[in-house]
Nanobody
Framework: QVQLVESGGGLVQAGGSLRLSCAAS????????IGWFRQAPGKEREFVAA????????NYADSVKGRFTISRDNAKNTVYLQMNSLKPEDTAVYYC???????????????WGQGTQVTVSS
């Protein structure tokens, strides 16, 4: 059974940094995509970034380009989201998700983690 576990969230001041981790287990992931999404209170879940488990293909939402970096460590079955220059509008619950399609829509992903809270204070 596929399991995704996020960690690394917390409270940070505007301009600060956090690194989120997503540890995956339960199968081989070489042909899968990992996506990061976020959901703020009262808002829909939105795409943040995605990476293919093999190769170098990445994609970012316009709102995080130049500030966030997605990467992976295949040996550890872990995907990271380095978040720099954080803004109060980045405050949300962040989720990682696994899917067979490299996409920006939540519905394209089959497996989800439980989420980790990121709060950016002004």
């Amino acid at each position: 059974q596929v399991q995704l576990v996020e960690s690394g969230g917390g409270l940070v001041q505007a301009g600060g940094s956090l690194r989120l981790s997503c540890a995956a287990s339960g199968r081989t992931f070489s042909s899968y995509a990992i996506g990061w999404f976020r959901q703020a209170p009262g808002k829909e879940r939105e795409f943040v970034a995605a990476i293919m488990w093999s190769g170098f293909t990445t994609n970012y939402a316009d709102s995080v380009k130049g500030r966030f970096t997605i990467s992976r460590d295949n040996a550890k079955n872990t995907v990271y989201l380095q978040m720099n220059s954080l803004k109060p509008e980045d405050t949300a619950v962040y989720y990682c998700a696994l899917g067979v399609v490299f996409a920006t829509t939540p519905g394209a992903y089959n497996y989800w983690g439980q989420g980790t809270q990121v709060t950016v204070s002004s």
